[in-house]
């Protein structure tokens, strides 16, 4: 696609459940990357993919969190037993490689928000 | 540890007036330099980069920034701003010798423009 979308563009859900978050890089993109955007925290890496394997997840905050990326395009962020801290912006970003200077471009985000 | 501090939070500024967001961070060494804008219920959109070479660096809507390795800073400027501009800025910084790019970001600062 012209850039990198996200679904759901909002998210509402209760404490306790799971969610799945999900990102369509940008065609070509090998690169993909998870942020995290929370008033607290400000803007967090959390994961990259490079193809479909995951050299640095160091980012993720706790064993609730985990990713996956399959046929080197679709990631999907999944957060389980979700936490009112997790209440966020959660954006993706991808870049045509992961070398340092291949720009990444972000998608707009889903706001998740915990009852 | 890699940090990036943008010591304003809000800036206020009439439009047509000039600008000025400060950037300083603090790496082991020169990191790939980056400025990010984000408009309201989007994600983030490249206003430019620094990876090496001319310290002064052109990006798009007419901003520039400054590379200042003796002062670590990177400050973003307009000649005049419009109110479009109003938005928030962030600037990141990005490991130089890694295999990708974990970018890690300030703060931000919310630009108002008053007419």
């Known amino acids: 696609g012209a850039g990198v979308s996200q679904s759901p563009s909002n998210k509402v859900t209760e404490k306790g459940k799971d969610v799945e978050l999900r990102c369509d890089p940008i065609s070509g993109h090998t690169a993909l990357y998870w942020y995290r955007q929370s008033l607290g925290q400000g803007l967090e890496f959390l994961i990259y993919?490079?193809?479909?394997?995951?050299?640095?997840k160091s980012g993720l905050p706790s064993d609730r969190f985990s990713a996956e990326r399959t046929g080197g395009s679709v990631s999907t962020l999944t957060i389980q037993r979700t936490q009112q801290e997790d209440s966020a912006v959660y954006l993706c970003a991808s870049s045509l490689e992961g070398s340092g200077n291949q720009p990444q471009h972000f998608g707009d985000g889903t706001r998740l928000s915990i009852l | 540890a890699q940090s990036v501090t943008q010591p304003d939070i809000h800036i206020t500024v009439s439009e047509g007036a000039s600008l000025e967001l400060r950037c300083n961070y603090s790496?082991?060494?020169?990191?790939?330099l980056f400025w990010y804008v984000q408009s309201p219920g989007q994600g983030l959109q490249l206003l430019l980069k620094?990876?090496?070479?001319?310290?002064l660096v052109q990006g798009i809507k007419g901003f520039e920034a400054e590379f200042k390795r003796s002062q670590s800073s990177f400050n973003l400027r307009k000649p005049s701003v419009h109110w479009s501009d109003a938005a928030e800025y962030f600037c990141?910084?990005?490991?130089?010798?890694?295999?990708?790019?974990?970018?890690?970001f300030g703060t931000g600062t919310r630009l108002l423009v008053s007419p």
């Open positions: 790496y082991g060494a020169t990191p790939y």
């Open positions: 620094y990876f090496s070479g001319d310290t």
């Open positions: 990141a910084v990005g490991p130089m010798n890694t295999g990708f790019q974990k970018l890690v």
């Open positions: 993919f490079q193809g479909n394997s995951a050299p640095d």
